[in-house]
């Protein structure tokens, strides 16, 4: 199933765009807060202020002096705002050598009359009953050509509110806005990376020798790369397949001249005077042979190639040479369990991993008393063991430490061409299996260990 928000690593092209659509969404966001921010405020500065214009004018045209000369409105204000105790929003009517007149909302304080000092309607922030105000005013000649002075004001306050509570309410929705642009990008980032790691999890495939080739179809941009990397993969294995070729070739051929070589020395050494030439001849000789066999067995297994596909069913595999080898050494009695391991496979070549084992159940039939086991078993981790045991007299530590050179034999009474340890360590090391030879307290042990690499789980 495609992964879509996986946490991005350090350095990943994942963490780039993540850091790159993070700054473009701040950026994004911000220019529209505050020009939004900007552009409200004016609007509402100005419909604030055209309103307190058109107030103050309708107090003007609703006051008159009465009969006693005294000041009063013709009827009410229409906003009831100028009625109700500190509410904010107040208004002044005063004539010298007149009672003045305010508004009911008015209970304490007195508008500064200053502003209303000619016909034009002016403004500008006083301090008013209840803190700063934003106050407008002008004058007009009275009956007898007094000035009167009307002014009205609203706090400051009021319009910060308005001001103050769209500002929240933008800034809440912005940061929803930016979240869920944030989660969108990131999809879109999953989305567009998604086909890089279908590449690697089919490189993974290859690795561990489930796949051929890089499978799937990819991007045009991701297409070329898994086509020449597959190309490159085909032309690898063919070059070492021709390559193991002819090395099992030019062994072959140097087999026959070798074989004339070492007869015609074996003669010589029964002539008088030649005996020393005809010796070190045939010692050359047999190291020679030694060469051509440890590199034909070479040749003969893949070591070295990936595991292409290939696995290696236990205990199947070890089934055959069991029987083979009991036919081999029929006085001794060969035994195998997998307990745990049921069915498992290991991803190495099964014609190699045969081979190894041969090897080392050969010398334990050659050197038991009486039995040799074969002994499997599986961990949680991926991680299999087998043993080899048998019952025999083992090595010495020298013998030991000198077991896995090419052509070493420690006992000459039993046939064999000292090839096999070598050959196991060889083919051991190209499978990444961990070999180790130990004498038991009842006999001796090789055993060999497969750890599955990281990227395998
Ligand atoms: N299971 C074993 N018990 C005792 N000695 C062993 C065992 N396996 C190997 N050796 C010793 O290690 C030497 C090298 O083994 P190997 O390389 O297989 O050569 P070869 O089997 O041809 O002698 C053997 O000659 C033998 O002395
Ligand atoms: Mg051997």
Same mark, same amino acid.
């Given at each position: 199933?495609?992964?879509?928000?996986?946490?991005?690593?350090?350095?990943?092209?994942?963490?780039?765009?993540?850091?790159?659509?993070?700054?473009?969404?701040?950026?994004?966001?911000?220019?529209?807060?505050?020009?939004?921010?900007?552009?409200?405020?004016?609007?509402?500065?100005?419909?604030?202020?055209?309103?307190?214009?058109?107030?103050?004018?309708?107090?003007?045209?609703?006051?008159?002096?009465?009969?006693?000369?005294?000041?009063?409105?013709?009827?009410?204000? #229409?906003?009831?705002?100028?009625?109700?105790?500190?509410?904010?929003?107040?208004?002044?009517?005063?004539?010298?050598?007149?009672?003045?007149?305010?508004?009911?909302?008015?209970?304490?304080?007195?508008?500064?009359?200053?502003?209303?000092?000619?016909?034009?309607?002016?403004?500008?922030?006083?301090?008013?009953?209840?803190?700063?105000?934003?106050?407008?005013?002008?004058?007009?000649?009275?009956?007898?050509?007094?000035?009167?002075?009307?002014?009205?004001?609203?706090?400051?306050?009021?319009?910060?509110?308005?001001?103050?509570?769209?500002?929240?309410?933008?800034?809440?929705?912005?940061?929803?806005?930016?979240?869920?642009?944030?989660?969108?990008?990131?999809?879109?980032?999953?989305?567009?990376?998604?086909?890089?790691?279908?590449?690697?999890?089919?490189?993974?495939?290859?690795?561990?020798?489930?796949?051929?080739?890089?499978?799937?179809?990819?991007?045009?941009?991701?297409?070329?790369?898994?086509?020449?990397?597959?190309?490159?993969?085909?032309?690898?294995?063919?070059?070492?397949?021709?390559?193991?070729?002819?090395?099992?070739?030019?062994?072959?051929?140097?087999?026959?001249?070798?074989?004339?070589?070492?007869?015609?020395?074996?003669?010589?050494? #029964?002539?008088?005077?030649?005996?020393?030439?005809?010796?070190?001849?045939?010692?050359?000789?047999?190291?020679?042979?030694?060469?051509?066999?440890?590199?034909?067995?070479?040749?003969?297994?893949?070591?070295?190639?990936?595991?292409?596909?290939?696995?290696?069913?236990?205990?199947?595999?070890?089934?055959?040479?069991?029987?083979?080898?009991?036919?081999?050494?029929?006085?001794?009695?060969?035994?195998?369990?997998?307990?745990?391991?049921?069915?498992?496979?290991?991803?190495?070549?099964?014609?190699?991993?045969?081979?190894?084992?041969?090897?080392?159940?050969?010398?334990?039939?050659?050197?038991?008393?009486?039995?040799?086991?074969?002994?499997?078993?599986?961990?949680?981790?991926?991680?299999?063991?087998?043993?080899?045991?048998?019952?025999?007299?083992?090595?010495?530590?020298?013998?030991?430490?000198?077991?896995?050179?090419?052509?070493?034999?420690?006992?000459?009474?039993?046939?064999?061409?000292?090839?096999?340890?070598?050959?196991?360590?060889?083919?051991?090391?190209?499978?990444?299996?961990?070999?180790?030879?130990?004498?038991?307290?009842?006999?001796?042990?090789?055993?060999?260990?497969?750890?599955?690499?990281? #990227?395998?789980?």
């Amino acid at each position: 199933m495609m992964r879509l928000f996986q946490r991005p690593l350090p350095g990943s092209l994942r963490l780039r765009f993540l850091l790159a659509i993070t700054v473009w969404v701040v950026l994004g966001i911000s220019a529209i807060w505050l020009s939004a921010t900007s552009i409200f405020r004016t609007h509402v500065e100005h419909s604030y202020h055209e309103e307190l214009e058109v107030h103050v004018r309708e107090l003007g045209g609703l006051t008159r002096v009465n009969n006693d000369g005294k000041l009063e409105l013709v009827r009410p204000l #229409s906003d009831p705002r100028y009625i109700e105790p500190l509410s904010g929003f107040y208004w002044q009517i005063t004539a010298d050598g007149r009672e003045p007149l305010r508004s009911a909302s008015m209970t304490r304080g007195t508008l500064d009359e200053q502003i209303a000092h000619s016909p034009q309607i002016l403004h500008k922030l006083e301090n008013g009953p209840t803190g700063p105000a934003i106050t407008y005013g002008f004058t007009r000649k009275g009956p007898k050509g007094e000035d009167i002075h009307f002014v009205i004001a609203t706090d400051q306050s009021e319009l910060n509110r308005l001001l103050d509570s769209f500002t929240r309410d933008l800034t809440l929705w912005l940061v929803m806005l930016g979240l869920l642009l944030l989660a969108t990008g990131l999809a879109i980032i999953s989305f567009g990376l998604h086909p890089l790691d279908r590449l690697a999890q089919a490189t993974a495939r290859l690795r561990r020798g489930e796949a051929q080739e890089l499978e799937g179809n990819y991007p045009a941009e991701i297409a070329p790369l898994a086509e020449n990397l597959n190309a490159y993969i085909k032309q690898n294995s063919e070059m070492i397949a021709r390559a193991r070729v002819q090395a099992g070739n030019l062994a072959h051929s140097l087999r026959t001249p070798l074989a004339v070589i070492t007869d015609e020395a074996e003669r010589m050494a #029964s002539r008088k005077g030649c005996a020393e030439s005809a010796r070190t001849l045939l010692d050359q000789g047999r190291a020679m042979e030694q060469q051509i066999e440890y590199q034909l067995a070479r040749a003969r297994s893949s070591a070295g190639q990936p595991a292409v596909g290939q696995v290696t069913r236990i205990p199947d595999v070890a089934l055959p040479i069991i029987n083979a080898m009991q036919r081999l050494h029929p006085d001794k009695q060969f035994h195998c369990e997998a307990a745990g391991c049921g069915m498992r496979t290991i991803p190495v070549d099964t014609v190699d991993f045969a081979e190894l084992l041969s090897i080392l159940l050969d010398n334990a039939g050659k050197w038991a008393r009486q039995s040799v086991g074969l002994a499997f078993s599986c961990d949680g981790h991926g991680t299999l063991t087998a043993i080899i045991t048998d019952d025999g007299a083992g090595m010495s530590a020298d013998e030991l430490a000198s077991a896995f050179e090419l052509g070493v034999r420690h006992d000459p009474a039993k046939p064999g061409s000292g090839l096999g340890l070598a050959i196991a360590r060889d083919i051991a090391h190209d499978l990444k299996l961990e070999l180790t030879l130990r004498n038991e307290t009842d006999g001796f042990s090789a055993t060999l260990v497969y750890r599955p690499a990281r #990227s395998d789980s």
